[in-house]
């Protein structure tokens, strides 16, 4: 049972059903290929959160912040009235900004080693989730050794700060680094894009490949990207959590 254990909505309602939330100062991996809904399914995080009134911090290494805010006003979420009051932060570290501090610093395999740290030394003051979207272009440097060691710090770290984070990998992760996070991280959920041998149609499926101290279901969970976000559709009978 885990009813003891804090836990904070994932701001989709079935899936708070199955899961009751994500565990409170926990890391939770979210994995999958291009244009499986990883972003959507980071920026519905951080909308529940910021409604719940916990301070959050996106992270985005790939889209600026300016794009995330129109993908979130295609659902109608007003993420810029969190921004205002203080409650969301977007910490844009994509393009031209990411090349200038990479060549002020000159990110070699050094410092791009020391890059997880960095990422989450500078967040705002009382930041208590964070979103990281994602980390599969700061590690393609990496050995696997240093990625494992790096990851497990980051893991470390989050806690000792009691940060829940949601870490996104996509697809530039290797298979390795993949198992490695997945190990390392309390819980994790994989999307993906599969064929329906019934129907012959793709479908959007969702694996909770594990989340710790939780009953979760064995099933893939089709959901789709609907007009208010992600929508699960067949879950599992799973009884929900108390
Ligand atoms: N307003 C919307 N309504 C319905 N579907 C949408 C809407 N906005 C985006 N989508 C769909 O959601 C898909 C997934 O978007 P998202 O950016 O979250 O994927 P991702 O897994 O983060 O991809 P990447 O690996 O490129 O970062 C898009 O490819 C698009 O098909
Ligand atoms: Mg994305």
Not at 5 to 33: H, Q, S, V
Not at 137 to 155: A, I, K
Not at 180 to 202: H, W
């Amino acid at each position: 049972m885990n009813m003891t254990m804090e836990r904070i909505k994932t701001g989709i309602p079935e899936l708070d059903n199955i899961l009751g939330g994500f565990p409170a100062g926990k890391t939770i991996l979210i994995t999958g290929d291009p244009g499986t809904g990883k972003t959507i399914f980071g920026m519905e995080f951080a909308k529940s959160c910021c409604e719940q009134g916990i301070k959050t911090a996106y992270i985005s290494t790939e889209e600026s912040a300016c794009d995330l805010r129109l993908q979130g006003k295609s659902f109608g979420w007003a993420l810029e009235s969190f921004e205002e009051k203080g409650t969301l932060k977007f910490i844009d570290i994509t393009g031209k900004r990411a090349a200038e501090i990479k060549s002020a610093l000159s990110i070699s395999m050094d410092a791009q080693k020391g890059n997880f740290e960095d990422l989450i030394d500078n967040l705002p003051e009382g930041t208590r989730v964070l979103i990281i979207d994602s980390l599969g272009n700061h590690t393609s440097n990496l050995m696997s050794f240093e990625f494992r060691d790096r990851f497990d710090l980051l893991v470390y770290n989050l806690a000792i700060k009691g940060i829940t984070a949601l870490i996104i990998l996509d697809s530039v992760t290797s298979k390795e680094f993949n198992d490695i996070a997945l190990f390392s991280a309390y819980g994790a959920i994989q999307l993906m894009k599969k064929e329906n041998p019934y129907t012959d149609r793709r479908e959007r499926v969702m694996d909770i490949v594990k989340m710790r101290n939780t009953k979760t279901p064995i099933q893939l969970i089709t959901y789709e990207i609907g007009p208010k976000g992600i929508e699960l559709i067949s879950a599992s009978d799973v009884p929900p959590e108390p």
